[in-house]
């Protein structure tokens, strides 16, 4: 866990974000605006799913009343709200990088495309002063390789952001990884629910610490989160709609599977994660796809909703 801090000093030689009109117009209103995440568009999502997912992503930040600003590397450049053309080619992934946390600087140096996964795009989403963040599942613990952790954690101990998510992917530990996000300090809150979801599924078999039934007290204890200096994230958690759900023991017999034939074929690092994915789509004929499309949806739309709340507790 990061420990309480005041912020650092200006650097002489900041990195320019970039931000779209519509973001930069927001940011100067203060008014209510989700950070999404990219990687799950140029990495996490088959092509044309991924452009399904984006359009309804946003819809869903637009219905609840905020801006969406998707974030990612453009030819080197931080960039906060894509343009068409930039969607477009972030959609077609062609020389599009899987960016981690680490994986910004060089990115930015080399000039290159990369699309954000968590722990890249709530660094640049808090160091553009925006607040809420989306995704569908945080990265966390591997199954067999407790030595195998996402950079998302330790990004979610050290980043005061609210993140909306149905919990980590199902494909990880999620027990360790539960107990990693304790150590790490981060708030993990169930919106509406006991249980800490299994992405594709309503429930893992696990308790969230605390439960919540209302956006303001969401936004309430993430203010309190600022008011101590705490550096943790917020993680809000919730089930992927009900009709979407997959059942947990077809779910887990899938992933078992994945997992031994990516040992077979010797699939390592990054790219187990699409690996397993894939495989799990496959396994179930598409209604994973079909379930991860529709807690995008629900994630972004509860986003937009928290910020909204947020955006209005700052002004009163």
Not at 200 to 207: C, M, N, P
């Amino acid at each position: 866990m990061c420990p309480a801090h005041s912020a650092p000093p200006p650097h002489p030689n900041p990195v320019q974000i970039r931000f779209s009109p519509e973001v930069r117009r927001a940011l100067n209103a203060r008014a209510a605006i989700v950070a999404l995440e990219s990687s799950v568009l140029a990495q996490g999502l088959p092509i044309p799913g991924n452009r399904t997912a984006a359009r309804r992503m946003e819809q869903a930040v637009r219905q609840a009343g905020a801006v969406p600003a998707i974030v990612a590397v453009v030819a080197g450049q931080v960039t906060v709200g894509l343009l068409p053309d930039e969607e477009e080619r972030l959609l077609a992934r062609e020389g599009v990088r899987k960016v981690a946390a680490r994986d910004l600087p060089t990115c930015v140096a080399q000039g290159a495309d990369g699309a954000t996964t968590v722990s890249a795009a709530i660094a640049i989403a808090h160091l553009a002063g925006i607040r809420v963040f989306a995704t569908g599942g945080i990265g966390g613990v591997h199954r067999g390789a407790p030595f195998d952790e996402s950079a998302d954690i330790t990004a979610l101990g050290c980043t005061p952001i609210i993140v909306v998510c149905a919990g980590a992917k199902s494909i990880l530990d999620l027990p360790a990884t539960l107990e990693r996000l304790e150590t790490h300090g981060v708030t993990v809150i169930g919106y509406r629910t006991n249980d800490f979801p299994g992405f594709f599924t309503e429930s893992s078999g696990l308790a969230v610490p605390v439960r919540s039934d209302s956006e303001g007290e969401i936004v309430a204890s993430f203010n309190a989160a600022q008011a101590l200096q705490l550096r943790g994230a917020t993680l809000v958690v919730q089930p992927p709609p009900a009709e979407h759900a997959l059942d947990a023991s077809l779910v887990e017999a899938e992933i078992e599977a994945a997992v031994e034939r990516a040992a077979r074929e010797g699939v390592t690092g990054a790219a187990v994660t699409p690996f397993l994915l894939g495989e799990v789509e496959r396994g179930t004929g598409g209604r994973s796809l079909g379930a991860n499309l529709a807690l995008l949806e629900a994630n972004a739309a509860l986003a937009g909703r928290l910020a909204v709340e947020l955006s209005g507790s700052a002004r009163r």
